[in-house]
């Protein structure tokens, strides 16, 4: 059944980006128009992001944002049989940056939010430093589409590791000089998180990445994928820090909620609304749990 799915796949990603793209507009007609996707949730998340802002600039966000969305799938099909020189034009950055960390000996952990498009910064971070980066992945129920997805992500070099197989395998990772790079923004459980306003309502963090890196003295470098035009992307790093050991967990983690706020407000659209990131309501119980809030 792989074989087959991944035959009909390469064969649809031969198409030009043209050809893609009417597909993704058809697409996107029927998820918004037809059968509104999630739209009462980024609605919901658009007007606390951006109380500032009307209906009518709100609902132009979130009908770019499901473009961009869509197009997301859309070139990660087309990476399928994109040539590497194709992929070169279309995803630049400052990768230098991260490569002169790592020619100092110094471990990373590279840390970025659901910007589109995700799957291409994880393709160009591999082909362009000069360390095989770690994923970490959640697990695809269906195990046809998780091999296909699999295969995809891996094409550069990526070693992929599954959430749940993370902990057991964390000190063979960090016995050794390493790069790792987590989109940190996901929505973890309420309690054994730090708790920071994001666009003005708190929200839990996960401790995870900051954690580590003070754990491991591993440089903390932000990056930015910022979309210049439809399939044209760039990645711009920044160095936090390669001295992790003076901060704390919260002051990192209001250091990334800082950039992160940043790079959403500068491109709206190209963030993934459809995230329940205000799913939960802080409560003071959580606190007997190692939950913390910075009111900040």
């Given at each position: 059944?792989?074989?087959?799915?991944?035959?009909f796949?390469?064969v649809?990603?031969?198409?030009?980006?043209?050809?893609?793209?009417?597909?993704?507009?058809?697409?996107?007609?029927?998820v918004?128009?037809?059968?509104?996707?999630?739209?009462?949730?980024?609605?919901?998340?658009?007007?606390?992001?951006?109380?500032?802002?009307n209906?009518?600039?709100?609902?132009a966000?979130a009908?770019?944002?499901?473009?961009?969305f869509?197009?997301?799938?859309?070139e990660?099909?087309?990476?399928?049989?994109m040539?590497?020189?194709?992929?070169?034009?279309?995803?630049?950055?400052n990768?230098?940056?991260?490569?002169?960390?790592?020619?100092?000996?110094?471990?990373i952990?590279?840390?970025?939010?659901?910007?589109?498009?995700?799957?291409?910064?994880?393709?160009?971070?591999?082909?362009?430093?000069n360390?095989?980066?770690?994923?970490?992945?959640g697990?695809?129920e269906?195990?046809?589409?998780?091999?296909?997805l699999?295969?995809?992500?891996?094409?550069?070099g990526?070693i992929?590791?599954?959430t749940?197989?993370?902990?057991?395998r964390?000190?063979?990772?960090?016995?050794?000089?390493?790069?790792?790079?987590l989109?940190?923004?996901?929505?973890?459980?309420?309690?054994?998180?730090?708790?920071?306003?994001?666009?003005?309502?708190p929200v839990?963090?996960?401790?995870g990445?900051?954690?580590?890196?003070?754990?491991?003295?591993?440089?903390?470098?932000?990056?930015?994928?910022?979309?210049?035009?439809?399939?044209?992307?760039?990645?711009?790093?920044?160095?936090?820090?390669?001295?992790?050991?003076e901060?704390?967990?919260?002051e990192?983690?209001?250091?990334?909620?800082?950039?992160?706020?940043?790079?959403?407000?500068?491109?709206?659209?190209?963030?993934?609304?459809?995230?329940r990131?205000w799913?939960?309501?802080?409560?003071?119980?959580?606190?007997?749990?190692s939950?913390?809030?910075?009111?900040?």
């Amino acid at each position: 059944m792989y074989y087959i799915l991944y035959g009909f796949f390469y064969v649809v990603s031969l198409l030009p980006f043209s050809v893609l793209y009417g597909i993704s507009n058809s697409i996107y007609f029927f998820v918004y128009y037809v059968f509104g996707y999630r739209k009462k949730i980024v609605m919901g998340n658009l007007a606390i992001a951006f109380p500032e802002k009307n209906i009518d600039q709100r609902i132009a966000i979130a009908k770019q944002f499901y473009k961009n969305f869509i197009d997301t799938f859309i070139e990660m099909l087309k990476s399928l049989s994109m040539n590497d020189a194709e992929f070169d034009r279309r995803c630049t950055g400052n990768f230098e940056v991260i490569n002169e960390v790592i020619a100092r000996g110094k471990s990373i952990n590279l840390v970025g939010g659901h910007m589109f498009n995700w799957e291409y910064a994880n393709l160009v971070i591999s082909r362009q430093i000069n360390i095989a980066p770690i994923g970490v992945y959640g697990k695809v129920e269906n195990r046809v589409f998780e091999k296909l997805l699999l295969n995809l992500r891996s094409r550069y070099g990526t070693i992929l590791i599954a959430t749940g197989d993370f902990k057991a395998r964390i000190k063979e990772i960090t016995s050794q000089q390493y790069c790792m790079y987590l989109l940190a923004d996901q929505n973890p459980l309420p309690h054994n998180s730090i708790w920071i306003n994001f666009f003005g309502k708190p929200v839990p963090f996960i401790r995870g990445a900051h954690q580590s890196a003070i754990k491991y003295n591993s440089a903390v470098i932000f990056i930015n994928f910022k979309k210049i035009k439809r399939g044209y992307y760039s990645f711009e790093s920044e160095v936090i820090t390669e001295n992790p050991a003076e901060y704390t967990v919260p002051e990192l983690i209001k250091k990334y909620r800082n950039f992160l706020q940043k790079i959403i407000s500068n491109q709206p659209e190209n963030y993934l609304w459809s995230h329940r990131r205000w799913k939960y309501d802080f409560n003071e119980n959580f606190e007997k749990y190692s939950g913390e809030l910075i009111n900040e």
